[in-house]
């Protein structure tokens, strides 16, 4: 079915969007451009002007200032009907009257559109519901009905189609399969998607290109693995993933790495991974980056890897892997994921460990904040 007769789909640009709710700005000067056909993600907490950006491009917010053209077009002044936009909410707001074959025809139907049994069919085939058409939605599970919201807009065949949390009432099970089915739908119909979401593993699991969301502004943008793997803020640091941030100064540099010292450690940070403008750093690593080692293996730890020594003071399964709670001798709490491959290797609460990675693994982010001892996060000073 998938691209049979649909039109050519433009690039979403917001310009200098604004949208201030008194003297707040929920969303500050936000210029964004979401390319055609992409399925792009709007990463944040709750608070942070993801959903009011995604409500002004559907119509149902009026911009502050700024503006919002789907290629050349400017609709910043449209009425929410008159947009070549469509919205899958949450709650799916199906109509419980009418089975899915009605409830996905309504919008060609109030278009009174004629000879709309082949389009709604493709559809249902689409969304793979087609032996559930005359069935109500009371007679779905939440993960299909979901499924018929997508296909009721995608039928109007939109420039956009916005995503407000549409997996957040399903249980966990039914969240994963939706993602692959929500991905697989996208890839089909080449619409562009624009995915609004508290979700870290749903903005990464789905979209193409993450924009991670604070107080208004994008704090970056770019491809899941990239961000995941190279954050340039202690905040996507930490909103996305885990991390363990040790505050330090730049001691010296080489051709392609420096040198930092944190907490009386030693650490390398290759230059082409660090963000800090600064002799100031942040030392990062995420949890899953680093082995665990008892202390009398140190010696086996591959040269130029940085390390650390602690003792295990939390020790939690997870199936796939453990997880590590381990006190570094200057009394900061480090985690540490160590994949589940040999039965019974475990390290117990109280061994004293040492821990290592890569300086390939390292990043570095602007210093002048302060570590929490007791969380390993990072806050700004005077906050």
Same mark, same amino acid.
């Given at each position: 079915?998938?691209?049979?007769?649909?039109?050519?789909?433009?690039?979403?640009? /917001?310009?200098?969007l604004t949208k201030k709710f008194g003297e707040v700005a929920a969303v500050d000067d936000l210029t964004l451009t979401i390319?055609?056909?992409?399925?792009?993600?709007?990463?944040?907490?709750?608070?942070?002007?993801?959903?009011?950006? /995604?409500?002004?491009?559907?119509?149902?917010?009026?911009? @502050?200032?700024?503006?919002?053209?789907?290629?050349?077009?400017?609709?910043?002044?449209?009425?929410a009907f008159q947009r070549p936009v469509n919205t899958v909410f949450q709650s799916y707001a199906l109509f419980p009257h009418l089975d899915i074959f009605e409830n996905v025809a309504f919008g060609l139907r109030r278009r009174k559109v004629k000879n709309?049994?082949?389009?709604?069919?493709?559809?249902?085939?689409?969304?793979?519901?087609?032996?559930?058409?005359?069935?109500?939605? *009371?007679?779905?599970?939440?993960?299909?009905?979901?499924?018929?919201?997508?296909?009721?807009?995608?039928?109007?065949?939109?420039?956009? /189609?916005?995503?407000?949390?549409?997996?957040?009432?399903?249980?966990?099970?039914?969240?994963?399969?939706?993602? &692959?089915?929500?991905?697989?739908?996208?890839?089909?119909?080449?619409?562009?998607?624009?995915?609004?979401?508290?979700?870290?593993?749903?903005?990464? @699991?789905?979209?193409?290109?993450?924009?991670?969301?604070?107080?208004?502004?994008?704090?970056?943008?770019?491809?899941? !693995?990239?961000?995941?793997?190279?954050?340039? @803020?202690?905040?996507?640091?930490?909103?996305?993933?885990? !991390?363990?941030?040790?505050?330090?100064?730049?001691?010296? #540099?080489?051709?392609?790495?420096?040198?930092?010292?944190?907490?009386?450690?030693?650490?390398?940070?290759?230059?082409?991974?660090?963000?800090?403008? %600064?002799?100031?750093?942040?030392?990062? &690593?995420?949890?899953?980056?680093? @082995?665990?080692?008892?202390?009398?293996?140190?010696? *086996? &730890?591959?040269?130029?890897?940085?390390?650390?020594?602690?003792?295990?003071?939390?020790?939690?399964?997870?199936?796939?892997?453990?997880?590590?709670?381990?006190? #570094? #001798?200057?009394?900061?709490?480090?985690?540490?994921?160590?994949?589940?491959?040999?039965?019974?290797?475990?390290?117990?609460?109280?061994?004293?460990?040492?821990?290592?990675? %890569?300086?390939?693994?390292?990043?570095?982010?602007?210093?002048?904040?302060?570590?929490?001892?007791? *969380?390993?996060?990072? /806050?700004?000073?005077?906050?």
């Amino acid at each position: 079915m998938a691209n049979e007769g649909t039109h050519n789909v433009e690039d979403l640009h /917001l310009q200098n969007l604004t949208k201030k709710f008194g003297e707040v700005a929920a969303v500050d000067d936000l210029t964004l451009t979401i390319p055609a056909g992409s399925f792009f993600a709007l990463l944040g907490a709750s608070g942070c002007g993801k959903t009011t950006t /995604l409500r002004m491009v559907a119509g149902l917010e009026e911009p @502050t200032s700024g503006s919002i053209h789907i290629g050349q077009n400017d609709i910043t002044n449209l009425r929410a009907f008159q947009r070549p936009v469509n919205t899958v909410f949450q709650s799916y707001a199906l109509f419980p009257h009418l089975d899915i074959f009605e409830n996905v025809a309504f919008g060609l139907r109030r278009r009174k559109v004629k000879n709309i049994d082949a389009a709604v069919n493709s559809m249902l085939e689409l969304v793979e519901l087609a032996p559930m058409a005359r069935r109500k939605p *009371t007679q779905l599970s939440g993960g299909q009905q979901q499924r018929v919201a997508v296909a009721r807009a995608l039928i109007n065949q939109p420039d956009v /189609l916005l995503l407000d949390e549409p997996l957040g009432a399903l249980d966990l099970k039914l969240r994963r399969q939706m993602q &692959i089915e929500l991905k697989r739908i996208q890839t089909e119909v080449g619409t562009t998607f624009v995915h609004v979401t508290h979700d870290q593993e749903e903005a990464m @699991t789905m979209a193409d290109t993450v924009a991670v969301m604070n107080a208004g502004r994008i704090e970056q943008m770019g491809h899941p !693995a990239d961000i995941y793997e190279l954050p340039k @803020t202690v905040f996507v640091a930490n909103f996305l993933g885990q !991390a363990n941030l040790f505050a330090g100064v730049r001691t010296g #540099t080489s051709s392609d790495s420096i040198e930092v010292v944190a907490n009386g450690i030693n650490f390398r940070v290759l230059s082409a991974r660090n963000s800090a403008p %600064s002799d100031e750093v942040i030392v990062g &690593i995420r949890p899953e980056k680093m @082995t665990i080692l008892d202390l009398h293996d140190k010696e *086996t &730890i591959p040269s130029g890897h940085n390390m650390l020594e602690g003792r295990v003071i939390d020790v939690s399964y997870a199936g796939v892997s453990t997880q590590y709670l381990v006190e #570094t #001798t200057w009394g900061q709490n480090v985690t540490v994921f160590e994949q589940n491959v040999l039965v019974g290797d475990r390290s117990s609460v109280g061994d004293p460990v040492v821990l290592h990675w %890569s300086p390939d693994h390292t990043f570095g982010l602007a210093g002048g904040e302060t570590v929490l001892a007791d *969380t390993a996060q990072i /806050l700004a000073v005077g906050a």
